[in-house]
């Protein structure tokens, strides 16, 4: 069983429960953006678009470098992975209901179909 560090996946489903964060790890996944390309699309300010990137970094879903007065960003898969792992349990679950729905319906469709036969 894989061990979850509940603070960090706490951390990282916090940072997905907004859809302008979720743009940003989607931006991010084409490589680096200073913060002022990833505020654009939003027509936020520097200082809502820094908030956003803050949260995302105590996720660790992102990493931050400074490069002269230019804030740069790129994407920390790591940690999205790990909620991926976590999610994959609920994955098999659903998977297994669904399978037993499909012998469900299988098993009445060919009911249906035999009692069209006679």
């Keep these: 069983m ?9 951390a990282v489903f916090h940072a997905l429960s907004d859809p302008t964060r979720r743009a940003i790890l989607q931006r991010l996944t084409a490589g680096e953006h200073s913060v002022s390309d990833l505020a654009t699309p939003f027509q936020m ?22 490069e002269g007065r230019t804030h740069i960003c790129q994407l920390e898969a790591a940690r999205l992975a790990q909620a991926q792992q976590w999610l994959s349990t609920y994955e098999k679950f659903w998977a297994a209901r669904l399978d ?14 035999s009692r069209r036969i006679k």
């Design 2 to 10: 894989v061990e979850f560090h509940t603070s960090h996946l706490d």
């Design 45 to 66: 300010s520097l200082a809502g678009a820094s908030k956003h990137i803050k949260v995302l970094e105590n996720a660790g879903l992102v990493r931050r470098r400074i």
């Design 100 to 113: 037993d729905l499909e012998a469900i319906l299988r098993d009445e469709d060919a009911t249906e179909q």
